[in-house]
């Protein structure tokens, strides 16, 4: 009953300015939702935009479009916040003590960040490439680069996501960066068969290959002889994109070439003399 009476005594200019200020505050909340909602709509389509760009490099489109999304989610987070009565100065100081509290506990983090820049400024490969970096422990065709990782494909089909930071703390090999590319065959002759007479079959099978490009010109020479075998090596330039396929016809067909030549398959022999000393008497 006396809580029935103090309702009753509530003037009624109390209950229109308590009406007032909610529905103020409902539609300063209502406007602050739409914000957000307007902001992360946009920043959908300008992913989608950047997605299908294909004027803008395959390298950098993933970087672009994840810093525009971010960009107009964060000015509709401000907007949304500012509607809702927080000043803009209060957000800045909250979002500075908070990134330095997040940079102390994501050192790894942000080092992988200041390496996917980097390596977006350098460029030391691109979407396309095949690279060994990591210290030799990571080889693949680069998919993607983004701010924390980079996607490969491992030649045997696997999809690896290497942090950025280890690619840019060590060395990183390209073997697509060049447009040409050096190949050496060994091969092995035996001693006993004509040695030059098979340096001259294998420099002639590697001048029929149209792969192989005529300068520098292909070079056939003795490497060393190890156990009554001759170590060849074809030395050949041919183009990137057919290197591999290049080798394997190579390696195919220097075999049957040396048959044809009487060039025999060499068998590894090693002599032993055992010499035994007269004893005195």
């Not at 395959?58 to 500012?82: E, H, K, M, Q």
């Not at 290959?209 to 030395?235: E, G, H, K, Y």
């Not at 330039?237 to 075999?255: C, G, Q, Y």
């Amino acid at each position: 009953m006396e809580y029935v009476h103090l309702l009753n005594q509530v003037h009624p200019s109390n209950w229109s300015f308590l009406w007032d200020a909610l529905s103020a505050f409902g539609l300063r909340l209502a406007a602050a939702l739409a914000i957000l909602w307007i902001g992360w709509w946009i920043a959908r389509r300008i992913g989608r935009w950047f997605a299908g760009q294909n004027g803008i490099d395959a390298t950098l489109r993933p970087i672009a479009r994840d810093s525009a999304a971010w960009g107009v989610r964060i000015v509709a987070l401000i907007g949304a916040l500012s509607q809702l009565g927080i000043q803009t100065a209060s957000i800045v100081a909250v979002l500075g003590a908070a990134g330095l509290a997040i940079g102390l506990a994501l050192q790894g983090t942000l080092q992988n960040i200041a390496a996917g820049i980097m390596l977006l400024l350098l460029r030391p490969f691109k979407v396309g490439d095949f690279i060994d970096g990591g210290g030799g422990n990571v080889a693949g065709t680069v998919e993607e680069i983004n701010l924390f990782t980079t996607r490969l494909t491992k030649p045997d089909g696997i999809c690896e996501y290497v942090p950025n930071s280890a690619l840019w703390s060590n060395s990183i090999r390209n073997f697509s960066r060049n447009r040409t590319r050096r190949l050496d065959l060994e091969v092995e002759v035996s001693v006993r068969d004509d040695v030059n007479h098979a340096i001259d079959v294998l420099r002639a099978l590697a001048n029929a290959d149209p792969r192989v490009l005529p300068s520098p010109a292909p070079q056939v020479m003795v490497m060393r002889f190890d156990d009554s075998t001759a170590v060849l090596n074809i030395r050949v330039w041919s183009n990137t994109d057919v290197f591999w396929d290049l080798r394997w016809d190579l390696s195919r067909k220097v075999r049957q070439a040396l048959n044809d030549a009487q060039c025999a398959l060499p068998l590894r022999t090693r002599e032993l003399h055992i010499v035994q000393a007269q004893q005195t008497q």
